[in-house]
């Protein structure tokens, strides 16, 4: 019986420890600040990029993987004879998944393309419960369908603080930019369906806090909480009220706290701050 290995592309939200316990191949997206190509986790980090993307001259600009980055990986995985299992970001954001599976057809290797329909920790919430069924000896069909009922009990909410990158880069008209911070309209989205929708939106951080607080309440009258993660860009002060809620919910769950992707941030725009979540 061959062995599957799983490879992902970079904007999942694997802690480093993952990725080692699961032997994750990441394959890398890139941005570039005027002018510069950085690649995520190998010339920039997260953590490094909010501070680069403030200080920049216009918006970054991402780009999915070549493709020839996906063949390497796949080439590489498969001399053993192994077969493998290719996780990437949702499709409306990212044409990851078409490059991944342009590279499946080049490589002699058997390899599944599977989007996400997510990103971010809840994509990394998936390839952990796939990488256990594996580990206990499970197809990669096994490892796909514990993945789409993850997906099924995921919730990812994402406050946007200021719509400038989202109307820099073409996801909301300039006009609707422009209306929104001169009014400090604050902005709750959820992924869900593999797209991107606007729950709700208000004035000013107040409007966000009760967003926050409708999504909580949400969380404590629905089934039990298996995971919890926030992944934010700088958004220091909002996270750590948010975390105390959680904490005061939740005491027994470690919630995972981290600067999101510079392929993420790029559009989110400093001061998003995103919950993310799994239940039984």
Known sequence: MSK?????????????????????????????????VYVERETITNDQFPAMMKNANSLPKTSQPPIGKFVDAFDKLGED??????????????????????????????????????????????????AKVIEDGGSIEDAISKMKDVLAKSKLYLAIDNLDNLVAGGRISKFAGAVSNLLNIKVMLQVYGGQ????????????????????????????????????????GKEVDRLLANLKELYPNINVVVRETVPIIATHTGIGACCLLYYTE
Not at 217 to 222: L, P, S, V, Y
Not at 228 to 234: A, C, E, L, P, Y
């Open 4 to 36: 599957i290995k799983i490879v992902c592309d970079s904007s999942a939200g694997l802690t480093d420890e993952e990725i080692k316990k699961y032997n994750i191949t990441i394959v890398p997206l890139s941005v570039m600040i005027d002018g510069t």
């Open 81 to 130: 004879g192994s077969e493998v299992l290719c996780v990437t970001m949702m499709e409306s954001i990212s044409g990851t998944v078409h490059a991944a599976e342009q590279a499946a057809g080049m490589t002699k290797t058997k390899v599944t393309v599977y989007d996400s329909q997510t990103t971010d920790q809840g994509m990394a919430f998936q390839i952990v419960e796939a």
């Open 196 to 235: 991107i929708h606007i729950e709700a939106k208000g004035r000013g951080l107040k409007s966000i806090h009760k967003e926050w607080g409708k999504i909580l309440d949400e969380m404590a009258r629905g089934p039990k909480v298996k995971r919890i993660g926030i992944s934010h860009v700088d958004a």
